[in-house]
């Protein structure tokens, strides 16, 4: 008998007196049940979809799917992306409630209505349809319809009979396995790794699954309108339809493959079980992309990290006018610097401003001095003169922080945008040098040319002498500090600085202020 991985390594399953298997259940406190089809000579067949977006399989045993392929995104061991994880448990299970623990449906073996099911513009929508019954009588239906040009399908869940168990009230569709690291850096894959829930007008966001071992959570009740776990780039979510869900339950593990501390999470959607039950559920299998989740009008989008709720909105900004500006300029590396030069555009009245206020600075440096040497033990009185000073010459000593101020919120939503969403993933700028702008810079060129221009700039702006040691360390720490971060980042940062000196130089060398008088 061939039974998935609901219990670890070190804990033996035993056989009840009705020949089920029973199990302990990593993601649960009491021992799990699996239930068996009528004993056969059958074995486990696969049912192939293929469709303009994914290939999938679906194994007869469980019905459930052990493979999900996404076409048009690149994987790490062949062309297109795996999101299942082998070797763990498949879904979407079903989880029957019951007086004597749970039972599993993934022993089942099902009959499917085709073998076979191929999608494209002349057949776009088909239907799969898997029955199985088990020893107790239980018959339980899923019925799967897929749509060729859709990440999102739907699954109908019927079940009845079963007179001879003693049911609950309520069953789970199950999603045990999570989902597959997909990137090469993996740790990075791994740190994104969360499950979802949105329960009523409340979204949870559960960042922590997996990365440690705990017990089992229970169950959080309410209506649940979604729940699902995601990577950095992909999305496993669960929508009940015409039913609300009764509440959900998010679980992790830290899996240790040997290469990679891995982590499983598993989602579950509660619902109610009767003597008969019809039940339907969406199921989106795709890429974390903001505006496809959003069109589906359940609040998935939700689920894509635009950064903390003040910076979100800089994000979403930023990231439409990064996808408008890719329909007409297909390298993203260019985009990004047309991006960085309508930012300069927009910014400039008050870029200027503080280029006015620094040169303004400058050139009252040794009056400053001179007050400091004049009033050195007395700190109100220079305070006071200071101020007298700055007013004289109409200078603002705080106006060249403005325009950076503003840069932090567009630095920290493109940092948001570049490492989270799926848009710069596999982005090329120069072929066999940048060939993703989501990940850092292989040889560092653009972190280099960041710190060089950052010195560059420093040096055009800063007399002070005693500042010296702060212009040539400061690019040196954020060198080291940025150098890992995405490449697409620092190509903006770069480019910003490039265009800030050029300003710069054109200010000193054709609008310097007059000198300040005493």
């Not at 799917?65 to 061991?77: A, V």
């Not at 690291?181 to 790794?193: C, I, P």
């Not at 499950?195 to 089992?216: K, N, R, V, Y």
């Not at 982005?427 to 010195?455: C, E, H, Q, R």
Request: glycine fraction near 8%.
């Amino acid at each position: 008998e061939n039974v998935s991985p609901f219990s670890s390594d070190q804990i033996p399953t035993r056989i009840d007196q009705n020949r089920n298997r029973v199990a302990d259940s990593w993601d649960r406190s009491e021992q799990v049940t699996f239930l068996f089809s009528a004993p056969s000579d059958e074995n486990p067949q696969d049912v192939l979809i293929e469709s303009e977006y994914f290939r999938g399989i679906i194994s007869t045993q469980g019905a459930n799917i052990t493979s999900w392929q996404l076409k048009k995104y690149r994987g790490i061991d062949g062309p297109w992306v795996e999101l299942i994880p082998q070797g763990r448990e498949y879904g979407p299970d079903i989880i029957l409630t019951s007086e004597e623990g749970p039972y599993s449906l993934q022993n089942v073996m099902f009959d499917s209505n085709r073998d076979r099911l191929n999608l494209s513009e002349s057949k776009k929508q088909g239907t799969l349809v898997f029955t199985g019954t088990t020893q107790n009588g239980l018959t339980i239906t899923k019925q799967y319809t897929f749509n060729n040009d859709n990440y999102a399908f739907e699954i109908k869940v019927g079940m009845n009979g079963g007179g001879n168990l003693p049911l609950g009230s309520k069953y789970y569709l199950r999603w045990g396995g999570g989902i597959r690291v997909t990137e090469q850096d993996a740790s990075q894959d791994l740190l994104a790794f969360r499950g979802f829930a949105q329960l009523g007008d409340t979204f949870i966001d559960e960042d922590g699954l997996g990365t440690e071992i705990e017990d089992p959570r229970a169950e959080t009740t309410g209506e649940l309108l979604w729940t699902g776990v995601r990577s950095k780039y992909f999305l496993a979510a669960f929508i009940p339809q015409d039913n609300p869900g009764k509440g959900y339950r998010l679980n992790g593990r830290p899996i240790n493959t040997g290469e990679i501390q891995d982590r499983q999470i598993s989602a579950e959607i509660s619902m109610t079980l009767s003597s008969s039950i019809n039940d339907k559920f969406l199921i989106y299998l795709g890429p974390v992309h903001y505006e496809t989740l959003e069109s589906y009008g359940f609040g998935l989008e939700n689920a894509v990290d635009l950064g903390w709720s003040i910076i979100s909105p800089v994000s979403k900004i930023t990231l439409s006018m990064l996808v408008w500006l890719h329909q007409f300029i297909s390298n993203y590396g260019i985009v990004i610097i047309i991006l960085s030069v309508f930012v300069k555009i927009i910014l400039f009245p008050l870029t200027y401003k503080s280029m006015k206020a620094t040169q303004g600075m400058q050139q009252i440096q040794p009056q400053m001095e001179a007050l400091r040497e004049k009033h050195k033990n007395d700190s109100q009185k220079l305070n006071k003169e200071m101020m007298k000073l700055y007013k004289e010459g109409g200078v603002n000593p705080l106006g060249g922080c403005l325009p950076m101020v503003l840069q932090i919120p567009i630095l920290f939503s493109l940092y948001t945008v570049f490492s989270s969403t799926i848009e710069l993933r596999d982005a090329p700028f120069i072929d066999a040098w940048i060939n993703d702008l989501s990940l850092k810079d292989p040889i560092y060129v653009l972190p280099v040319l960041m710190g060089l221009t950052m010195l560059l700039q420093s040096k055009m702006t800063m007399k002070d002498p005693r500042q010296a040691m702060f212009i040539y360390v400061m690019p040196i720490v954020l060198f080291f500090i940025m150098k890992d971060l995405p490449s697409g980042l620092i190509l903006y940062w770069t480019m910003v600085n490039i265009l800030t000196i050029i300003q710069q130089y054109i200010q000193n060398r054709f609008l310097p202020i007059s000198p300040a008088t005493t």
